[in-house]
């Protein structure tokens, strides 16, 4: 076919995917921006930020209740970065692990992958009998937090496996010759290396603890993550205010992208070279 | 000195070395050279620790080195893909095994700083200091590679094929240089490669290795001269090897029969390959003086096609039974006949300069 006539085709196809990808967000951002008289929907009473300044406090109490995010915002956070930590650094450990072939690698690497494919509803039904079951209290940064880890732990695993699998051993091996430790070769070669990896695996990681839905349900006891108190504020009704705060959320997201890729940008730049030495060979 | 006895390597059914056993004296240069396969790097990697041996002992200086940690054994290593810290300035590679080195590091920036600059002064890269390794030639690059090893003042180096990666103008100025610098450091280099021209040009001692283990050492004239066995004749990449047997004390097989040098013991019928210098070899058409000169025997072979080199051109020959022959005729000499394919030609030569293997192919 020829490109020309597919070109047009291919833009409109394209356009048509990424309103259907962002379509959900644009429409919760112009409703946002709603009155304060009017409903989460269509049409517009009048334009406003009312909302927004309901959100933070800043207009007079009133017969709409405000969104009880305060306090699980910080849990949510908090969490989503103990669970980033933790993830990161056992993700690298075991991909580290698997660079040297070991006796039951094969088990040992479906066992961890197992945290991500087994429905989350079930693993926190699961993990909320067994702590009735032993008497231990649920909470978000105790039986959540072991399920948010496992559950992030094996993304993390698999990028830094990538990563490691594209890796090459000599430079290592260069720094070992010169009389350097492993531990210090890992620490000046191989970490400086992944970075960008590692960048990577936290991203991952940070994501998707911060919207962690079903396995917190089961696992988080009396407080709340974040959204877990949405979820409930729907069961009520629904107020503009939660655009708002989508809105505010979803900037945050971008923000912690753009860090990501300021960062990931500074890290190639640094070791691009790797494949001019390939290509040397 | 660098001894290794009866060094043995496996990977699964493969036998990488086969109870080898080689003696590196110090302060010289040592090539070893040998064909991809043989077994040559994974030498290296036993010797500086990245592979442990199955079997046999690597002992430098009267200590066991099999065994230690690689980053404890103090030897020096340059690879092949020079392997350079690539997140890196050319200054902090130099300076990267005198900073983070686990024994006696190197803490006072100005002696660090002297000592780089020293290194980088060796191979002849000032100016670059401060350069990405990234945006350096290819020659540049061998040059931090080898500063980067040479400034922890190794006693022992070394070296994965490497010019490998560099081309031919380059590789023959590294040659001198590396062997200028070796010189003055007074250091051991042990220089792995898979080129007969960079071994015999590089090594004060050449160690030929074959089928993982050392088939001949000595120095390289005597290794090019008088080859110790068909194999080592062979990677030596100037000797035509025949096979055939012995008869009456002489040589029969491919289409010839010639008397052999000096007396030989093997009994009739024998196996025996024989070697036989590309530029001892001349070639006349088929038929065209009955006669042989006295003593000189002759092989009947098609010509298939000639290589010009430059200073000399390279004829290949195909003998009634497939065997390949080359023949060399260097440009000094008379002007070089010109050969028709497919053609049946002569090939004489003196059978005083073809050297016999009975024990090896027996």
């Known amino acids: 076919m020829e490109a020309r006539a597919l070109k047009p085709v291919l833009g409109v196809y394209c356009a048509a995917f990424i309103l259907f990808l962002y379509g959900p967000m644009i429409i919760l951002a112009i409703l946002s921006f709603q009155g304060p008289g009017g409903g989460p929907q269509f049409p517009i009473i009048e334009w406003s930020t009312y909302w927004y300044q309901h959100l933070l406090g800043m207009t007079p109490p009133g017969r709409i209740s405000r969104l009880p995010i305060g306090d699980s915002l910080l849990r949510s956070l908090t969490l989503a970065l103990m669970t980033t930590v933790v993830s990161t650094v056992l993700g690298v450990i075991t991909a580290q692990g698997f660079r040297a072939r070991f006796k039951a690698s094969g088990i040992v690497f479906y066992l961890v992958i197992l945290g991500m494919i087994v429905p989350g509803v079930l693993v926190g039904l699961g993990m909320a009998l067994l702590t009735n079951m032993l008497g231990i209290d649920r909470s978000w940064w105790g039986t959540a937090f072991v399920l948010h880890v496992v559950y992030t732990f094996p993304f993390a695993f698999l990028v830094m496996l990538a990563i490691f699998n594209r890796f090459d051993r000599s430079v290592e091996e260069a720094s070992l010759s010169l009389g350097v430790s492993p531990v210090q070769t890992f620490r000046r070669v191989t970490f400086p290396m992944i970075f960008p990896g590692v960048l990577s695996a936290m991203l991952f990681s940070f994501t998707l603890s911060y919207d962690e839905f079903s396995r917190t349900l089961f696992t988080s006891g009396r407080d709340l993550t974040l959204p877990l108190t949405i979820y409930g504020t729907f069961s009520v009704e629904i107020y503009p205010n939660i655009f708002a705060f989508g809105v505010l959320t979803t900037l945050f997201s971008f923000t912690l992208l753009l860090i990501y890729a300021l960062l990931m940008l500074r890290a190639v730049r640094s070791a691009q070279s790797f494949k001019g030495q390939e290509e040397a060979e | ?362």
């Open chain 2, 1 to 362: 000195m660098l001894s290794l006895s009866s060094v043995t390597k496996r990977y699964g059914d493969v036998t990488a070395l086969d109870r080898l056993s080689v003696n590196v004296p110090d302060d010289s240069y040592v090539s070893l050279l040998g064909a991809s396969g043989s077994g040559k790097t994974t030498l290296l990697r036993v010797i500086a620790g990245f592979e442990e041996p199955d079997g046999g002992k690597v002992i430098y200086d009267g200590h066991r080195l099999d065994g230690v940690a690689p980053h404890r054994r103090g030897i020096g290593f340059v690879f092949q893909n020079f392997a350079l810290f690539p997140h890196l300035s050319v200054a902090d590679n130099v300076a990267f095994g005198l900073r983070y080195r686990e024994e006696e590091p190197v803490t006072d920036p100005s002696e660090l700083k002297a000592r780089v600059a020293d290194a980088i002064r060796l191979v002849g890269l000032e100016g670059l200091e401060a350069r990405k390794v990234t945006a350096i030639s290819g020659g540049q690059r061998q040059r931090v590679a080898l500063a980067r090893t040479l400034v922890t003042e190794p006693r022992f180096v070394l070296l994965d094929e490497p010019l490998g990666a560099l081309d031919a103008n380059l590789r023959e100025r590294m040659c001198d240089e590396l062997r200028a610098i070796r010189e003055r450091l007074k250091v051991t280099f042990l220089h792995v490669t898979g080129s007969e021209t960079e071994a015999l040009l590089m090594g004060d001692v050449v160690a030929v290795l074959s089928a993982g283990s050392i088939a001949q050492v000595g120095p390289a004239s005597s290794l090019f001269a008088l080859p110790k066995s068909a194999d080592v004749a062979r990677h030596l990449n100037a000797y035509n090897v025949l096979s055939g047997r012995v008869v009456k004390g002489g040589f029969e097989g491919a289409g010839a029969r010639f008397a052999l040098p000096g007396k030989q013991a093997a009994s009739d019928g024998a196996p025996i390959e024989v070697a036989l210098r590309f530029d001892r070899i001349s070639v006349r058409p088929a038929g065209a003086t009955a006669a042989d000169p006295a003593g000189e025997a002759a092989i009947r072979a098609r010509f298939i096609a000639s290589e010009f080199t430059g200073a000399s051109v390279l004829s290949f020959f195909r003998l009634e039974d497939g065997t390949l022959i080359q023949v060399v005729a260097h440009l000094s000499g008379p002007a070089p006949q010109a050969f028709t394919k497919d053609e049946l030609y002569e090939l004489s030569f003196n059978p005083q300069d073809v050297i016999p293997f009975i024990e090896r192919a027996a």
